[in-house]
């Protein structure tokens, strides 16, 4: 079965169950089935076909999910791509996917092609399609039931197109609610990208019948809103989300309906988990997702007691702590986390590189250094990349950037290394901070770190910036 298909079974099996409740109202599970199909026939009519590349460009929302599968109804290779990217950002990702269509609705910037043309579907949603210049050939042809291409956040360099087939983006999401248990009597606040996000988890809630209801912005007030409005069961955010609900004024909590928390794409300190716990009364549960292998780990039994953790390898996944030498190492000690299981990708675009080749003994190498308790649970220290020598000893700087983070004049913080006569390397941080707040606040900043981290981990020099750059998944830009 292909993910097209999955939702041809959804819809059978749920018709007049909600699927989505976005801007635009609520849309059953037959409709959005309905409204995919019309979109297929249109790109077949217009000559979408097996293996082409596709990209999808929009904000949250039923087009996205319309646009999206409806190409995958094609045969086509979908890439989602985020609507706020820039021209040189667009530019430089369709030099290395050579796409042939795009499809977006409207929000995005108008690319340049041979032929734009509007789709309309019945239920009032407008996609915009335009053919590109770019030759009409099979994105990647030596993969077989090629289904997705994604670009890494590019967080430390430069972004890799990873392939995804149908195979192993069901297995990968069937993988993760082995864990999660989601049901169709499951309604889960969604308040992520769509566009980085969309088939690690929009697609596992579609095929098993949730309910996915969009929030109306990424704001502590809208989410709180949203959670009480719609009796919402699953929250699924970053750690900026975790921050900004904590710190959020109302004293509301969150309704008796939510059972559960999962915080995704970055280190999550444990500090401001304690501090959500300690407000709304639900743990936050820590889960390690990446593109390459899936969401492998989850912290779902001790997230209260150790909310360091990234949790444990879910049924079927395997995990390892690597040293220099790829061996394993005792638990306690810090190595380079590998992971293997169900759902992983099949190579990198350009420059080709199957899977086969990317791997190390059959592990995939993730980047992230970490340990593994006495009782197994993971917990992530930093990058390999960017870990900062001072003197012998290692500082993380996601470890000091958590620290900075806390204090309450900081919007985002950014750490990294400084070269140094004596020592060879000591930490430098720069921080955003928010609005109202003084720049002359830089000594009580760092007056803050001192009381939390050892002296070698605090900044040695700490500079106030206007703004932090982010990636366009939201991420903190390294280099």
Known sequence: MNVYQTLSQAARQWPERIAIIDAAGP???????????????????????????????????????????????????????????????????????????????LTGRAQPGEMTCELKVPGGVTLRYTRLAAPQVPLAPWVEGAAFLRFTSGTTGAAKG?????????????????????????????????????????????????????GPDYFADAILDAAWKHEATFLYVTPMHVRMLTAESSGRGLPPSLRRVMSVS????????????????????????????????????????????????????????????????????TGQLGLRGPGMFAGYLNPRRPREEALCNGWFLTGDLAHRDDAGRIIIDGRLKTVIDVAGHKVFPEEVAGVLDQHPAVLRSRVFTKPH????????????????????????????CRKRLSSHK?????VVVGEIPLTSSGKVRHG
């Not at 079927?316 to 690597?322: F, P, R």
């Not at 605090?458 to 700490?462: A, E, K, S, W």
């Open 27 to 105: 849309m059953d599970y037959q409709s959005l089935w309905h409204e995919i199909e019309s979109v297929r026939s249109q790109l077949a009519a217009l000559g979408v076909s097996a293996g082409q590349g596709v990209g999808m460009q929009g904000r949250n929302g039923r087009a996205f999910i319309i646009g999206a599968l409806a190409a995958l109804g094609c045969g086509a290779v979908v890439m989602p791509i985020h609507h706020l990217l820039k021209p040189d950002e667009m530019a430089s990702m369709l030099a290395r996917a050579p796409l042939c269509v795009i499809l977006d609705d």
């Open 421 to 448: 006569p004596q020592f060879g390397e000591v930490v430098h941080a720069e921080v955003q901070l928010r609005d109202g707040h003084s720049p002359a606040l830089g000594e009580e900043i760092l007056a803050f």
């Open 266 to 333: 970055s280190r999550l300190h444990p500090q401001i988990a304690k501090d959500f716990h300690a407000r709304f009364g639900v743990p936050v549960s820590q889960g390690y997702g990446i593109i390459e292998v899936g969401v492998p780990l989850m912290n779902l039994q001790d997230s209260a007691e150790h909310p360091e953790a990234v949790g444990r390898p879910l049924p079927g996944y395997e995990a390892v702590i690597l040293d220099d030498q790829f061996q394993p190492v005792a638990d306690g000690q």
């Open 458 to 462: 605090v900044p040695t020099t700490l």
């Open 162 to 214: 990873v392939i995804l087939t149908h195979e192993c983006t069901l297995e990968r999401t069937r993988g993760a609610n082995r864990g999660l248990g989601l049901t169709q009597e499951d309604r889960v606040l969604w308040v992520l990208p769509m566009s980085y996000h969309f088939f690690a988890t929009i697609l596992l809630y579609l095929e098993v019948g949730c309910t996915i209801v969009v």
